[in-house]
């Protein structure tokens, strides 16, 4: 994995570690805020409770304190309205009391009282056989009920004589009270408890400084008649809302700072140099590390010692060039001497070896071969000057290619009783160049050597001709007892020598020979 992908692996590690610390920051205020949300309301469900019971104080006492006193007992027996119109609807208005109803003993209604402003509050009263029976099982009641006007508070106690403190006797009836929530109620209540107050309906839409709590309100029966819901908006949420905001804000332009910071010091210090030491490496060259080398940190360090190496490479390839080159003459003169000089000298001696049975014969016959000899020998002479001087063999030869090939043939036959038939094409053999007319003299030479040595052939042809891909074609062929190609040879230079020659002049080389049956070998190349 390459150092620019792990730093960016690394970068989006730190970018994954700031959005989890944001997240769990976030969570962590999230918490604290709910938890602050349920305490909030918590206090703020028991203020209601507290409120509505602080509310409903003065029904309550006036409920309690009307009922227990020897002149209502008088009244419900009596039915004095006079007294009922100076005690019962005079003190509505003092108890904020919009209703009242005095009932007998078997439920009847005895008298009833409503402020001028709500008389449809008169038929608020439960009617049903159930509710008087609940009203003697529990004689106090508390509940609520619809009206035409809204909901009504409702509250109910046992009228007893007055020395009945603790209400053991027999109730003489019952008294009813009953309050209007209506609109000013609940704004007053609303305002004592600093919150938003719906009845019946939905708040809206609650915002998330805001605490939403419902209280219910039951009928007689304690089902469900309505549902008071406030929605209280706190500073201390809404503060803290804010300062969480802030900081998950903060904390993530904290962490965009400092991600920065570290991808331009990391793009900087470190990217950018080893972008430069790799370039440097890959083309090979010292330009990109020049902004690095007047540096006095490890880039900087790495860089000298890399501009160095290049320096040392330089030298080192001139050095391998030169011996590469050496190597080369080398083996270009052991190849050119094995191919031509010692192929000459060996034709020479074969030539000598046969001279004196030949005297004995034909003595004519063997002077001209041993003139044949000399002049073999004064021409290897003249190669090895050739060498010493560094000079390419026969390079200054002012035959033209096809009188080279026939003296070359003229003179291997001369030294031996085997006939030599060269065939040239004139045009094939002018457009052949120096360097391959050097390389192909060399060639044939070490087939012809080849043949008259090894072969016992009894006629060797040479040819140059134009092949059926229009490229030059060598052949060398004879009529011996050939050889297996398959089989490995004895080790000797001559084969590899011939190989190394025809790859220098982009040929190709085809060698075809069965046991018995001769041999044919051609050097097929283009001519330039």
Known sequence: MKIRTRLLLLFGGLLAMFGAAGGLLQLAQRREIQAIRTGILAERTDLLERMLQLRGQTLYEFVRDY???????????????????????????????????????????????????HPGLADVMPREPAFLERLRAESELHFFARSAEGLVELRTSPILPSDDVQRRQTPRGWFVVARLWD???????????????????????????AVHFEHPVRDWHGNHLATLQLVYESRTLSALLEGSDADTLLLYAFGAVNLLAVVLG???????????LAESLNSGRREPLAPLLARTDEFGELSRRLAHSFVQRDALQESESRLLQSIDVRARLARDLHDGVIQSIYA????????????ATDPAAADRRLASCRQML????????????????????????????????TSMQALQSTPID????????????????????????????????????????????????????????????????????DGGRGLRNLAVRVTEIRGELDVQSVPGNGTRIAVRFRAA
């Open 183 to 209: 609109a000013d109620n609940l704004a007053s209540l609303a305002d004592s408890l600093q919150s938003r107050i719906v009845l019946d309906a939905a708040p809206g839409a609650t915002p998330d400084d």
């Open 348 to 359: 020479a001696g074969l030539g000598l070896e046969s001279l004196p049975a030949l005297r």
């Open 378 to 409: 004064n021409e290897t002479l003249w190669q090895i000057r050739n060498f010493i001087g560094a000079l390419e063999p026969e390079s200054d030869r002012r035959q033209t290619t096809s009188q080279s090939i026939t003296t070359l043939a």
């Open 266 to 276: 990391v793009t900087l210090w470190l990217i950018r140099p080893l972008r430069r």
């Open 67 to 117: 009922s227990l006193w020897d002149e209502m007992v008088r009244f419900v027996r009596e039915g004095d309205r006079n007294w009922a119109a100076i005690n019962l609807d005079a003190s509505l208005a003092n108890f904020d009391v919009q209703a009242v109803w005095v009932l007998g003993p078997d439920g009847a209604g005895r008298y009833t009282a409503t402020a001028p402003a």
């Open 422 to 489: 060269v065939d040239i094409d004139q045009a094939v053999a002018a457009n052949i160049g120096a360097a391959q007319e050097l390389h192909l003299l060399q060639i044939l030479r070490e087939l012809l050597s080849n043949a008259l040595r090894h072969s016992a052939a009894r006629r060797i042809r040479v040819s140059l001709q134009t092949g059926p891909d229009d490229k030059a074609l060598l052949v060398v062929a004879d009529d011996g007892i050939g050889f297996d190609p398959a089989q490995p040879h």
